[in-house]
């Protein structure tokens, strides 16, 4: 049997237990599931899974999957909830507790939605339209569990903290956020996820921003050579919004992380700054896509690599500017850090522009570290090891200082590239 014929039987079995867990009547259910039957397992024929390799995934077990989560310990002064503060972990039921297990106090300008108004994938649809949602998307969509769905409102800013950690074989979890943020409004998220055993989390996020809102994002994913990791995200932003995301990823066996962000009628901002840190056996694989569908955008993004071991990284990072998006303002940068002959750096930035009025840029370097910044370092009598984690230390820093301190906190993070916490704001 080929790997493929492995792959797609595996999908299939996995499909008949998720069905079996949702709970549905028999013909409701069949109905539902009638197009997932028909999803077909990606290969390396298709340029976007070139170099992703879904084994770590395919070595689950899908008649021993589970929920089970642990208590992650969360920072001191984070898990304690303030007036525009709220710290939330997932359970092993699929949903979202204050750190001391009680249901979570909403603050002002925090709101949780109806029910009938946290359909999955309604943000996404409106962001991707015409096109295929991505692998992660759509298992997180068949995965039993409630969505968090929150409206934000008010020009002050709340701050959201949502931490997932898992330490048992076998553990599936596929939380879905969905979050509205009004005209104006302001929301600091931060996430925290980490899997210390053979497991998968598949996260899905989808923002819809109002006119002049601003919602920034900070995810820390890191996880041990048999956890899978398959997050994406759908952000749909309305004129003058500004969209920041900055991410860290390190340690999992597979992560595959994919933003994809629309900026409706264009005049709107948005930030994307990654870090994947990918050692041992890790494939840290990053495939992100901005549209433009109006003028006067603006995009910023840098992601930052650095592979050493056997570790590969994977760039590929899309941006979409058509005839409506003139006087689009987009750069996009991909560095590179090498420092192994085993290691591999795979990177693809990605113009599509018809618009004639643009200042786009792009652009992607891979290096390794130079001798004579070591050797600068070593004559001033620091060893040639710690010389280089500094250097490793300082490529990464332009990413690591845009986190907020909610972030930074964690002691995951401090082990990573040994940074010390900074005094609480």
């Given at each position: 049997m080929s790997n493929a014929t492995q792959s797609q039987s595996w999908l299939d079995t996995l499909l008949q237990v998720l069905a079996q867990?949702?709970?549905?009547?028999?013909?409701?259910?069949a109905a539902q599931w009638a197009g997932a039957r028909d999803w077909c397992w990606p290969t390396p024929r298709n340029e976007a899974w070139r170099f992703t390799d879904l084994r770590c995934l395919t070595q689950l077990d899908p008649a021993r999957l589970h929920t089970r989560t642990a208590a992650p310990p969360w920072p001191h002064g984070l898990s304690q909830g303030s007036s525009r503060h709220v710290a939330l972990q997932l359970?092993?039921?699929?949903?979202?507790?204050?750190?001391?297990?009680?249901?979570?106090?909403?603050?002002?300008?925090?709101m949780p939605l109806p029910t009938e108004e946290t359909t999955p994938g309604q943000v996404a649809r409106t962001v991707i339209s015409s096109e295929t949602l991505p692998l992660g998307a759509?298992?997180?969509?068949v995965t039993p569990g409630p969505p968090l769905a929150l409206q934000?409102?008010?020009?002050?800013?709340?701050?959201?903290?949502?931490?997932?950690?898992?330490?048992?074989?076998?553990?599936w979890l596929a939380p879905r956020v969905l979050l509205v943020l009004q005209p104006g409004a302001r929301l600091c998220l931060s996430w925290h996820v980490a899997a210390t055993a053979q497991a998968a989390v598949?996260?899905?996020?989808?923002?819809?921003?109002?006119?002049?809102a601003q919602l920034e994002e900070a995810a820390i994913a890191w996880g041990c050579p048999g956890a899978t990791f398959l997050g994406s995200s759908f952000v749909h932003q309305s004129p003058r919004s500004v969209y920041r995301?900055?991410?860290?990823?390190?340690?999992?066996?597979?992560?595959?992380?994919?933003?994809?962000?629309?900026?409706?009628?264009?005049?709107a901002e948005t930030h994307l700054h990654g870090l994947a840190v990918a050692r041992g056996r890790s494939l840290l694989d990053t495939h992100s896509t901005v549209f433009?569908?109006?003028?006067?955008?603006?995009?910023?993004?840098?992601?930052?690599?650095?592979?050493?071991?056997r570790g590969h990284s994977v760039f590929n990072g899309r941006v979409v500017v058509p005839r409506v998006a003139q006087q689009t303002d987009a750069s996009q940068l991909s560095r590179n850090l090498l420092l192994s002959t085993r290691a591999r750096i795979d990177t693809k930035p990605q113009l599509e522009i018809v618009a004639d009025d643009v200042q786009c840029t792009h652009g992607a370097t891979v290096s390794c570290l130079q001798d004579d910044e070591l050797f600068y370092l070593q004559s001033?009598?620091?060893?040639?090891?710690?010389?280089?984690r500094l250097l490793q230390r300082g490529f990464c820093e332009d990413v690591l200082q845009r986190l907020p301190w909610a972030a930074l906190a964690w002691s995951s993070l401090q082990r990573l590239l040994e940074i010390p916490v900074p005094d609480q704001p």
């Amino acid at each position: 049997m080929s790997n493929a014929t492995q792959s797609q039987s595996w999908l299939d079995t996995l499909l008949q237990v998720l069905a079996q867990r949702s709970g549905q009547p028999a013909g409701q259910r069949a109905a539902q599931w009638a197009g997932a039957r028909d999803w077909c397992w990606p290969t390396p024929r298709n340029e976007a899974w070139r170099f992703t390799d879904l084994r770590c995934l395919t070595q689950l077990d899908p008649a021993r999957l589970h929920t089970r989560t642990a208590a992650p310990p969360w920072p001191h002064g984070l898990s304690q909830g303030s007036s525009r503060h709220v710290a939330l972990q997932l359970d092993g039921h699929g949903h979202w507790r204050a750190p001391q297990g009680e249901t979570p106090f909403w603050p002002h300008g925090l709101m949780p939605l109806p029910t009938e108004e946290t359909t999955p994938g309604q943000v996404a649809r409106t962001v991707i339209s015409s096109e295929t949602l991505p692998l992660g998307a759509q298992l997180n969509g068949v995965t039993p569990g409630p969505p968090l769905a929150l409206q934000v409102s008010g020009a002050d800013p709340v701050h959201l903290a949502l931490a997932i950690q898992m330490e048992q074989a076998q553990a599936w979890l596929a939380p879905r956020v969905l979050l509205v943020l009004q005209p104006g409004a302001r929301l600091c998220l931060s996430w925290h996820v980490a899997a210390t055993a053979q497991a998968a989390v598949l996260p899905m996020v989808e923002a819809r921003l109002g006119t002049g809102a601003q919602l920034e994002e900070a995810a820390i994913a890191w996880g041990c050579p048999g956890a899978t990791f398959l997050g994406s995200s759908f952000v749909h932003q309305s004129p003058r919004s500004v969209y920041r995301r900055t991410n860290v990823t390190w340690g999992w066996g597979l992560s595959r992380d994919e933003p994809f962000i629309r900026q409706a009628q264009g005049q709107a901002e948005t930030h994307l700054h990654g870090l994947a840190v990918a050692r041992g056996r890790s494939l840290l694989d990053t495939h992100s896509t901005v549209f433009f569908d109006g003028p006067a955008g603006q995009l910023r993004q840098c992601h930052q690599a650095l592979a050493d071991g056997r570790g590969h990284s994977v760039f590929n990072g899309r941006v979409v500017v058509p005839r409506v998006a003139q006087q689009t303002d987009a750069s996009q940068l991909s560095r590179n850090l090498l420092l192994s002959t085993r290691a591999r750096i795979d990177t693809k930035p990605q113009l599509e522009i018809v618009a004639d009025d643009v200042q786009c840029t792009h652009g992607a370097t891979v290096s390794c570290l130079q001798d004579d910044e070591l050797f600068y370092l070593q004559s001033r009598g620091i060893g040639r090891e710690q010389a280089s984690r500094l250097l490793q230390r300082g490529f990464c820093e332009d990413v690591l200082q845009r986190l907020p301190w909610a972030a930074l906190a964690w002691s995951s993070l401090q082990r990573l590239l040994e940074i010390p916490v900074p005094d609480q704001p």
